[in-house]
């Protein structure tokens, strides 16, 4: 099995609307080390037993011009080194500079995104690497071959047309099934906004919209993964706004499973 190394970017500069989102990685990894569960898998591996898990703590940014450097940097010595990276975010910002340290290694891949908002505006609020446009840097960059998107609800005619620009494959919230979402063979990456969940499942985002996936919807598309995943983030968990820490264990449920399919 591959070994998986988690990694830690407590940053959101790039917020649109409320920040929070800077402290999610402790308390991500607080709900996956509890005492309330244990570390297997649905698959079945274990972490730390079966599944060979280095937490190398968060990096040490700073919301500055550097921090894209950083992670990229971070993300690219973790695929050289035969590691799969899994990163706690944050905002959805970071997924831009993560793409760039997986193409590094991996070239252009195939990115599997859960979102209540499909995140391709050129730019927000005059930000073009606001929390809002990370795909849109991702897919003008050529760092992805193929995005398809899961969970989306609040397109818009702007976004729209950036959809029809890069070629997204966009699976609207009212259509959405488990069995018909077109799920890209590796090598793959896969970004999971919490928002993408209903807020009855994830209250603890900065951008609740309701009506979205339930837990189980999101894990029945992951197991239908079957190409080699090559990284993965969890993002915009916003620790300000949980409830009884509900959101910050969903989130570790989510790495967890994606630990496992990491590893193979």
Known sequence: MRSVRLIGLPTD???SFLRGPAGAPAHIRAALFSDMGNLATERGPELVADIAVED??????????????????????????GAVPILLGGDHAITYPVLRGIAAVHGPVNILHFDAHPDLYDELGGNRRSHASPFARIMEEGLATRLVQVGIRTLNAHQREQARRFGVEIVPMRD???????VPPGPL????????????????VSHHEPGGLTVRQLLDVLARVRGPLVGADVV????????NGMTAAVAAKLVKELCGLAAG
């Open 56 to 81: 190398s703590g968060d990096l040490p940014l700073d919301e500055s011009a550097a921090d894209d450097a950083r992670i990229e940097e971070a993300v690219r010595c973790a695929c050289a080194e």
């Open 176 to 182: 959405f099934s488990a069995g018909a979402v077109p």
């Open 189 to 204: 990456y896969a970004s999971i906004d919490l928002d993408g969940l209903d807020p009855a499942c994830a209250p603890g």
């Open 236 to 243: 915009e968990l916003n620790p300000d706004r949980d409830i």
């Open 13 to 15: 500069i790039n917020s």
